[in-house]
Structure formats: C-alpha cells, structure tokens
T-cell receptor
Framework: GVTQSPTHLIKTRGQQVTLRCSSQ?????VSWYQQALGQGPQFIFQ???????GRGNFPPRFSGLQFPNDSSELNVNALELDDSALYLC?????????????FGPGTRLTVL | AQKVTQAQTEISVVEKEDVTLDCVYE???????LFWYKQPPSGELVFLIR??????QNEISGRYSWNFQKSTSSFNFTITASQVVDSAVYFC??????????FGKGTKLSVKP
C-alpha cells in the first residue's frame, strides 16, 4: 500500500517542511492533497514519471519531487498558519480505466 | 466547471438502520468518472467504488449499494443494515481534467449501537 512519513509534525511559521510518500509498487503517478479540518481534500499537484503533470490552486512555495523508486516528496517553504492540515498522498497507475487513486494515512502538519 | 456537492453534513442513525448518502455532481464532460471514499477517524481515505459515466448499471457490494442517475447528476450511496464500524466521513469525488480528484465536503456518518 501507500505509506507516508512522518505521521505528525509540528513546525513554526516561516520554517520549511518535507513530507514523504512511498507509492504502491508499480504505480507511476503520485498526487498530493491538503485536507483542512472539516473539509474535503484539495488537490495540490500530481507527478507522473517524475514530472509535474498538473497543479491545483496552490502557490509556488508548495513543490514536489517524484523519484524512480516509488517515493515522492512534498516540500512547503515559508510555512503559514493556514498550512496546518492533513496532507494526503495518493498513488495510481495512469491509463484509461486504471487511474484509481489509493491514499496513504496522511501526515498531520501543525504550524504554530 | 466541475463540482461535487454533498448536502448532508452529518447523519446519525441507529445500528441496523439503512442510510443513504447523497452526491450531486456537475461536469460538462460527456465521459467522466465518479468515486466514493471512506475516511475513518484514523484519517486514511479508503477507496470504495469507481463509476464510469458510460456504465449506468447500479452496483451492489455486500451491504453497500450505489445508485447512479445521469438524468439528475447524482451518485448516491446506500448502506443497508448499518453497523458501528460504518461510522466515518464519506466523500464523493469526480475525476478532474488533470487526473486529480475533486471532492465534496463529505458527510459524517455516526452509527450508534
């Protein structure tokens, strides 16, 4: 399955953070979502074969990487209080009929 | 614009009751994909079902069933004989043009013993 680390993280405003995700074996696409308390997940961006393949309405201080070994990262610079949320990673196999996204357990980020 | 609306914010039922979670979607695409996910308190989104717009057959999986109606742009989810373990937040989602998922705000289901 999809794994994420760390489980919880506490940072202060202005700091930088890196969240990690390990995709399901064989999947070539990873998507990241931000879920604020009481809301549905919001799409941050998607990586396909190590290239950014789509992006939601998030500023450039949200960036990512996808590696050949099924792992990926979400980096957030200059943290703001509103960045406090659950960050979810999802992996999928891009292709017609087969791009169902499977989610990891998430990383809960608190910005103080 | 693509949008998913889950009008029910919270539903509370007693165990063994049937419950239906509503989902209304908006899209101009002629081919589209709809999903339901379950999010228990642990936080992980668990995939339940994927429905393609060109397949209008309703689906049943154990106590779960889904009613897809293109005429009303709805994709409702029914749990028959609910159990305490069904307590979770349920999200309906639409596949966006970037391959992303567009989620509704979710419906929190509480099943009381």
């Amino acid at each position: 399955g999809v794994t994420q680390s760390p489980t919880h993280l506490i940072k202060t405003r202005g700091q930088q953070v890196t969240l990690r995700c390990s995709s399901q074996s064989g999947h070539n696409t990873v998507s990241w979502y931000q879920q604020a308390l009481g809301q549905g997940p919001q799409f941050i961006f998607q990586y396909y074969r190590e290239e950014e393949n789509g992006r939601g309405n998030f500023p450039p201080r949200f960036s990512g990487l996808q590696f050949p070994n099924d792992s990926s990262e979400l980096n957030v610079n200059a943290l703001e209080l509103d960045d406090s949320a659950l960050y979810l990673c999802a992996s999928s196999l891009k292709g017609f009929y087969t791009d169902t996204q499977y989610f990891g357990p998430g990383t809960r980020l608190t910005v103080l | 614009a693509q949008k998913v609306t889950q009008a029910q914010t919270e539903i509370s039922v007693v165990e063994k009751e049937d419950v239906t979670l509503d989902c209304v979607y908006e899209t101009r695409d002629t081919t589209y994909y709809l999903f339901w996910y379950k999010q228990p308190p642990s936080g992980e989104l668990v995939f339940l079902i994927r429905r393609n717009s060109f397949d209008e057959q309703n689906e049943i999986s154990g106590r779960y069933s889904w009613n897809f109606q293109k005429s009303t742009s709805s994709f409702n989810f029914t749990i028959t004989a609910s159990q305490v373990v069904d307590s979770a937040v349920y999200f309906c989602a639409l596949r966006g043009s970037q391959g992303n998922l567009i989620f509704g705000k979710g419906t929190k289901l509480s099943v009381k013993p």
